[in-house]
């Protein structure tokens, strides 16, 4: 009975309150100073295992029970967990029985020293219990069955919603804390900067997008939500420090090399990690708990060009560099946790070694920490010369603890990294190992999987039109599929298995999209399609019949199908459903194939292809070839749900694409600048939280403090402008002799504030400006002396300005309009007349006027008026022309869109000149009736 009340600390499902940081570091001091040498050595180091089950022979039990390691990291690849529908009782079993192993080793006494005989029992101190659960569906998350199907970082990117991020933070944190894992590696908050077409090290769909700062406002709440789900039980390791957005290969296969200078990388690889350690860990949800490092490296780091630093996670000049850049070390002395990424990968092998014969994993791990590593990762271990795995990491600690014994200085770093984990784990744990817990039982898992309404909300949310606009949507395809309308569908079919010997399924199936449809709108929904009218083959199908030449693996397993062919022929629409394109994997390259090869396939057939990756896998070329292109970026059931509604236009795409994709030409750099067609709107305040002034009953006088309030200030998504957009506000005194004045400012939460101080009397006008959005609200202040002031609003004329198509959005997450739509502040209309039009229409007028009198002069007759005459008469119908033009009658906007920036310059002198030739058509025949 007390062995199971004080086993159940390790497992429960939330941390108590802890009164005090400083409380928490003299209990961790305590548990330190009681430690010996190789148990303060186990505590750095976090290893993996093999299999679902922890029997007397398992060889983890030695490095738990003998070696004090800190933890353990389960995975799907070393075969942790077991199929379905066994897999969450297989996990509270595997994570009950390593917690229950470091407990029973706590009460065996081991002997001090040979000498005295005295004996002693360690302190009970729980086991890190972690995984890498990324979103977006199997093959990204380690355990795919049991648990919520979160969304990819990148689906939750699309949808700009700040919120949704937290509530699947929420999820995933009450998920895995109910299963007993204490320990997250992840989210990653590298910023995927410059996306590739199949780049190999390309973290895709795994990020949150391609802007500091929203993947930094991503992140955060996804943070905050992993904490509140986990009632601050779970520890959240950020990934990868600092950054490796802009690698160009897989760090675990071989490390990368990324051009970049200190600056650079303040200025945008580290936003995000600064966002989530601006306070010390466990002081704000938002803040993280660790930082794990990448295996990448860094040319020009410091100026010189030509100095290439060794991989971050082993190089302890550049780490103690980054590390001690404000913000950062603040956290890590308040108790912030640097964890290494895997040693055992391949990358660092060949870094030590490029022909991956030797690897001394004990010299691999000595330089990990001396490099400010606390918590070191060794997965995947093994030593050239050692039997297994489990034989290198207990000759590393070894190694670690004579050295422990034979160098002060290796010593003192020891202590104070192993003192940054039990400060973690008292953290996690509420601050006392031997508080009774709730240890997951028959009823743990009764709230796991069952946050699907957020996955399915982020699914509608984030849904991305890529090609065309949604004003050529229709255009391009019309009404959705109807009765006696043939559908074939295309899907790329992979397998995946929780472990080696589970049973395969399919990450997509093949009729999964087809079966959807026929529920919502077959008989047995809608009845608006027939089930004869549908049909579903395989990419791997459709390659082979293109011609291409399967793997020999698989080439006795396939033969070409026989209806594929006619149904290409037959088909009204073809549907393809796609993941990101792999040489591994046969067929996912035959979309490409069919576009590239036999686009005359494709003819009279309305073509829509549905990503379920990365929004960025097709080119340019391919992508003009299709009528639709849609990015779902996650591939679980909800997001095939959401797709069936999309291609019969039940649902709209709402979402916005929150990295750069080339081959359409949209940029983030444009996209999040503040949209030029938007009015600004202005705001008095007395104070900068106070109301706003409508009449001040003394009015306003020289000497008064005002503070002015811009916006939202919105970019052309319809969301508010990322923090730090420059903003300008220009005043302006009636006083011929008073200058105007500029103050520049930038922009918070898609805000800017300003105060003033009102150092004249007279009529103060104010405006302001935001990079290419420079129209705003106008406000006049009359500031007088005894006089009861008023602050007046003018609305301005608006200058439609054409510019790429903002996308709708159903919610502003930080700061919107009522309602939650988008942002709208000048109608729906795009057409309208600038300054350029109006300065080619009155150089139309001018030359026409001017031609006009010439032509008179030089070959006409008449009065010595008549030149004047008829250059008015051109100038007049010039005139007509553009009013007409900018009035927006008839024709005008096909016209504009048709000519572009010329249009004014066009239509003044074609009218013009057909005025002029009009009014001496009508000279002439009068001249010709007087002379009869």
Not at 271 to 292: K, Q
Not at 650 to 666: K, M, T
Not at 811 to 826: A, C, L, N, R, Y
Request: net charge negative; glycine share 10%; hydrophobic share 40%.
């Amino acid at each position: 009975m007390i062995v199971t009340l004080i086993f159940a600390i390790g497992m429960g499902s939330s941390g108590l309150p802890y009164s005090t940081a400083q409380q928490t570091l003299d209990d961790a001091e305590r548990l330190l100073e009681e430690m010996t040498p190789a148990e303060r050595i186990g505590q750095l180091f976090i290893v993996d295992m093999q299999g679902s089950v922890l029997n007397d022979e398992h060889p983890i039990r030695e490095l738990i029970e003998d070696q004090h390691i800190s933890g353990v990291i389960l995975s799907a690849e070393n075969d942790n967990f077991v199929d379905a529908p066994d897999t969450l009782n297989g996990i509270r079993a595997l994570v009950s029985a390593l917690q229950q192993c470091e407990y029973e080793s706590s009460l065996k006494e081991t002997v001090i020293s040979p000498e005295s005989r005295d004996a002693r029992r360690a302190d009970f101190i729980p086991l890190l219990i972690g995984i890498e659960q990324e979103g977006g569906g199997a093959p990204y998350g380690e355990i795919f069955s049991g648990i919520t199907e979160t969304p990819s970082a990148m689906a939750i990117g699309a949808t700009w919603n700040s919120e949704l991020a937290h509530d699947v933070g929420e999820v995933l944190g009450s998920e895995l804390r109910a299963l007993g894992f204490n320990m997250l590696l992840g989210p990653s908050l590298d910023i995927l900067e410059d996306p590739r077409i199949v780049g190999e090290g390309d973290l895709g769909v795994q990020t949150f997008g391609g802007d500091p700062f929203w993947v930094s406002l991503m992140g955060k709440a996804y943070v905050t939500g992993l904490h509140e789900g986990s009632s601050g039980g779970l520890a959240v390791i950020a990934k990868h420090f600092p950054g490796m957005g802009g690698s160009d290969r897989d760090t675990l296969i071989e490390v990368a090399t990324i051009r970049r200078s200190l600056e650079q990388l303040i200025q945008i690889e580290l936003v995000p990690f600064d966002a989530v350690t601006n306070d010390a860990p466990g002081n704000g949800l938002e803040v993280v708990d660790g930082l794990m490092t990448s295996h990448i490296r860094y040319q020009g780091l410091q100026g010189n060009i030509r100095s290439t630093t060794r991989p971050v996670s082993l190089d302890a000049q550049t780490l103690l560099v980054l590390i001690g850049l404000e913000g950062f070390s603040s956290w890590h002395e308040a108790g912030g946790v640097v964890v290494s990424d895997s040693l055992g990968a391949r990358s660092i092998r060949r870094f030590y070694d490029p022909s991956e014969t030797v690897f001394n994993g004990h010299l691999v791990a000595r330089d990990a920490l001396i490099a400010g590593n606390d918590l070191i990762q060794i997965t995947g271990f093994e030593s050239q010369n050692d039997p297994s795995g489990i034989e290198s990491i207990k000759r590393t600690l070894e190694f670690f603890e004579q050295k422990y014994m034979d160098d002060q200085v290796f010593a003192e770093r020891v202590n104070d990294a192993v003192l940054r984990i039990l400060t973690l784990k008292l953290r996690i744990y509420g601050g006392n190992f031997q508080s009774s817990r709730i240890r997951p039982g028959e009823g743990a898992d009764v709230n796991v999987g069952n946050g699907g309404e957020v996955t399915l909300e982020i699914a509608r949310e984030g849904a991305t039109l890529v090609n065309p606009s949604p004003e050529e949507l229709l255009d391009k395809l019309g009404e959705p599929p109807t009765t006696g309308e043939r559908i074939a569908f295309f899907t790329d079919v992979r397998e995946i298995k929780q472990c080696s010997d589970c049973q395969p399924r399919d990450q997509i199936g093949i009729n999964d999209l087809a079966e959807r449809i026929l529920n919502l709108y077959g008989p047995r929904g809608t009845r608006q399609i027939a089930e004869r009218d549908l049909v579903s083959f395989s990419m791997a199908e459709l390659a082979l019949f293109l011609g291409d030449e399967p793997p020999p693996e698989i080439a006795g397993t396939m033969s070409p199908s026989i209806l594929l062919g006619s149904w290409l022929d037959s088909a009204d629409w073809i549907v393809f459903s796609v993941l990101r394109s792999s040489d591994d994997v046969f067929g996912s390259n035959a979309l490409k194939l069919l576009l590239d090869r036999r686009t005359d396939l494709l003819r009279d057939k309305k073509v829509v292809v549905f990503s379920y990756d990365v929004p960025y896998d097709s080119d340019a070329t391919d992508i003009s070839k299709v009528d639709a292109y849609y990015a779902l970026y996650s591939s679980s059931a909800v997001f095939v749900e959401v797709t069936a509604r999309l291609l019969f236009q039940e649902l709209p795409a709402l979402g916005a694409s929150p990295v750069n994709i080339p081959a359409v030409g949209y940029d983030l750099i444009e996209i999040l600048a503040p949209d030029p067609n938007q009015v600004i709107s202005l705001e008095v305040r007395s104070n900068d939280a106070g109301d706003v002034i409508e009449a001040t009953p003394s009015g306003f006088r020289s000497g008064d403090l005002i503070y002015v309030e811009a916006g939202i200030i919105v970019d052309a998504n319809g969301n508010p402008v990322p923090d730090g957009t420059p903003v300008r506000f220009a005043l302006s005194y009636q006083a011929a002799e008073v200058a105007p004045v500029q103050v520049d400012t930038t922009t918070k939460d898609g805000y800017a504030n300003v105060s003033l101080t009102l150092d004249r009397l007279g009529m103060l006008t104010i405006e302001a400006s935001s990079e290419m959005a420079r129209t705003s609200e106008i406000l006049q202040l009359d500031v007088q002396e005894g006089v009861p002031a008023f602050v007046t609003v003018i609305a301005p004329t608006p200058i439609i300005r054409m510019t790429t198509t903002p996308r709708e959005t159903q919610e502003i997450s930080q700061g919107g309009t009522e309602g939650g739509q988008g942002f709208d502040p000048v109608g729906t209309s795009t057409y309208g007349l600038g300054f350029l039009d109006l300065v080619m229409g009155l150089a139309g007028m001018v030359i026409v006027a001017g031609t006009g009198y010439i032509t008179w002069t030089k070959w006409g007759r008449g009065s010595q008026s008549a030149p004047y005459r008829y250059a008015l008469v051109g100038a007049v119908f010039a005139l007509a022309a553009y009013d007409y033009m900018a009035m927006g009658l008839a024709g005008s906007e096909e016209f504009l869109e048709w000519a572009g920036w010329p249009a004014s310059l066009l239509v003044t002198l074609v009218s013009g000149m057909m005025g002029m030739g009009i009014w001496a058509s009508a000279e002439m025949i009068r001249r010709r009736i007087r002379e009869r």
